[in-house]
């Protein structure tokens, strides 16, 4: 059984920072490659950023290219979301994904076993 779990979403103004974060609980085999999705109301689930099992390869969206920042801590089983510079959005929910193995297809959402119930982060002035 995998659990995954984010935290770290608040309201804060443009241009503010945010560090989210994101357990994996179970088979650390089953949680090898992790993701960051996120999730505006009436819109779809939209990829923002990867990493590897051992963090040596990362990706993001070209929306958030330079302002965030992908890492992971594999003795506490956390990945985290470094936000900075973050934009006037709104309300999005910010969810953490895992699977087992690597692939191509990283920034395909059903491509992910594993889902946390998001953490909402409001960018507002």
């Known amino acids: 059984q995998v659990q995954v779990v984010e935290s770290g979403g608040g309201l804060v103004q443009p241009g503010a920072s945010l560090r989210l974060s994101c357990t994996a609980s179970?088979?650390?085999?089953?949680?090898?490659?992790m993701g960051w999705f996120r999730q505006a109301p009436g819109k779809g689930r939209e990829y923002v950023s990867y990493?590897?099992?051992?963090?040596?390869?990362?990706n993001y969206a070209d929306s958030v290219k330079g302002r965030f920042s992908i890492s992971r801590d594999n003795a506490k089983n956390t990945v985290f979301l470094q936000m900075n510079n973050l934009k006037p959005k709104g309300t999005t929910v910010y969810y953490c994904?895992?699977?087992?193995?690597?692939?191509?297809?990283?920034?395909?959402?059903?491509?992910?076993?594993?889902w946390g119930q998001g953490t909402q982060v409001t960018v507002s002035s």
């Open positions: 179970g088979h650390t085999s089953l949680t090898q490659i």
């Open positions: 990493i590897t099992s051992n963090g040596a390869n990362t």
């Open positions: 994904a895992a699977r087992p193995h690597d692939s191509s297809d990283y920034q395909i959402a059903r491509q992910y076993s594993y």
